[in-house]
């Protein structure tokens, strides 16, 4: 078995005589269902209107070969099925103009599998999480990194709320923050994980004072 993001070779030959027509020649491969073309060959050339997306940019015969029996696929970046994984170590940072203007508040959680569901909140409990911005990508081990941003006003106490749920590892985090603008921010922190692992969960804090447009005093 081939570890995730690197490329394999599925073999497969044909009975043909050495320099046959390759006009003539169909090769096919797909997978289950019926209807998911991996690369299709014919009429001399690759075929690739019908191809699954999945395998778009990813898959290569080898052409010189093909008038000797070779029929043989190359698979790049190969992507493994990972079973379940507990995401770690989630990391909050707060990102603060000056008082009454805008905070932007950054969650990043990595290294878990599959995809969690990541919910915003406001103090009345309402789900702002349509007001937010999430990325995620896949590492080479097949892993997901997540980045949520959300972006609020505070002009009074305003309490946040940042939602973890990782139903397949029975994995919960909850993490509420209380924005003062006068006088700063508290923090709670509310995590239940499951008892087969054995997961701290630590929340790096980052600070970065913007005053009148100047950078972060305080990077990662």
């Not at 493994?80 to 805008?102: K, N, V």
């Not at 919960?172 to 923090?187: C, K, S």
Request: proline share 6%; net charge neutral.
């Amino acid at each position: 078995m081939s570890p995730p993001g690197s490329d394999v070779t599925l073999s497969c030959s044909f009975s043909d005589k050495a320099g046959a027509d390759l006009s003539r020649l169909v090769v096919t491969w797909q997978r289950p269902p019926v209807d998911h073309v991996v690369h299709s060959f014919y009429y001399g050339r690759d075929q690739l209107d019908w191809q699954n997306e999945t395998y778009r940019n990813r898959t290569q015969l080898f052409p010189e070969q093909l008038s000797v029996g070779n029929a043989s696929l190359r698979l790049k970046q190969v992507r493994g099925r990972m079973r379940a994984a507990p995401y770690s170590e989630p990391r909050l940072a707060i990102f603060l103009t000056s008082p009454g203007d805008h905070v932007t508040l950054i969650v990043k959680v990595a290294d878990g599998y599959p995809r969690p569901t990541l919910l915003w909140l406001n103090a009345a409990g309402s789900d702002i999480t349509n007001q937010s911005r999430t990325t995620q990508s896949l590492d080479s081990r097949g892993l997901y990194q997540i980045w949520s941003e959300l972006d609020a006003v505070v002009n009074e106490a305003e309490t946040f709320t940042f939602e973890l749920d990782h139903s397949v590892m029975e994995q919960r985090v909850r993490q509420a923050v209380t924005l003062h603008p006068n006088t700063g921010f508290h923090i709670e922190q509310r995590s239940r994980l499951p008892v087969t692992f054995s997961l701290l969960l630590v929340l790096l804090l980052l600070i970065g004072v913007f005053l009148y447009g100047s950078g972060p005093a305080v990077t990662d």
